[in-house]
């Protein structure tokens, strides 16, 4: 259900529908190694920057910090009451990251710190989009409600909401310049 490509362009990360995180050569076109199982369904796996760790989330409420070299588990974070991890981003300094829950609340980890920074609520409905700004100082979260929301990381402050498709944001990346968001909806049926 998750694919992500390293910043050499050598590996991917893929997360899916049977718990499992995998680690696959794109040259060689083959699996390098399991990097680890959720225990339910596999939702995100994102690179750390320094390339050499993972971080990856599930339906079972955890976000991992794995090892890419060998898949060990450095930290696992739970998120509670707060429900299964839709969507996952890092900052660039990999200091911080923000989750994207069921429940409609986005969270802020200190990943340096192995702790909750904030939890940041205001959508009514699952969380389907979280970006990071590449100066790592804003996120935005969309949600199948219809609401896109602006946070300022360190603060927990929402920034700025906007209501925008009837049926949900489904994606949301900050340009290079971090001045502007693109957003994706679900694709209706012709004549819908």
Request: net charge neutral.
């Amino acid at each position: 259900v998750w694919l992500s490509v390293a910043a050499d362009g050598r590996s991917i990360l893929s997360a899916s529908t049977d718990h499992v995180i995998k680690l696959w050569d794109i040259g060689g076109k083959h699996l390098i190694r399991n990097l680890g199982v959720h225990k339910d369904m596999a939702r995100t796996a994102l690179y750390m920057p320094d390339g050499l760790h993972a971080l990856t989330g599930g339906d079972d409420g955890e976000i991992v910090l794995r090892q890419l070299s060998d898949g060990a588990v450095l930290h696992v974070f739970q998120t509670g009451g707060n429900g299964a991890v839709n969507k996952l981003a890092i900052t660039p300094d990999g200091k911080r990251a923000v989750s994207g829950h069921d429940t409609g609340n986005v969270i802020v980890w200190d990943l340096v710190n192995n702790a909750v920074l904030h939890i940041l609520t205001g959508h009514d409905w699952s969380i389907s989009a979280v970006a990071v700004s590449p100066d790592g100082t804003r996120a935005v979260s969309g949600s199948i409600d219809g609401t896109l929301k602006l946070w300022d990381i360190e603060s927990g402050k929402q920034v700025r909401s906007w209501h925008g498709h009837e049926q949900g944001t489904y994606g949301a990346v900050f340009t290079a310049d971090g001045h502007h968001l693109v957003r994706g909806r679900r694709a209706l049926p012709a004549g819908k």
